[in-house]
């Protein structure tokens, strides 16, 4: 099994559920550094699409 589709649909869960505030804190440090267009909601939204996109690149690793 790939490991990489494992890892983008579980770093998808981090970003998606907001675990610890993940999302609220990677917005907070990256907008020191660069402007972000968007927040936080932007971050939970671009993880529900990993965890699509990872979670049928998982299904397809199994299938294939």
Known sequence: MDPGP???FV???FFALNIKGIT???YRQA??????IGGSVTLRIMGWIWIFVGGTLLALDFLG
């Open 11 to 13: 770093f998808g869960w």
């Open 6 to 8: 494992l890892l983008f």
């Open 31 to 36: 907008s020191r550094f660069v402007p972000m």
């Open 24 to 26: 609220d804190r990677t």
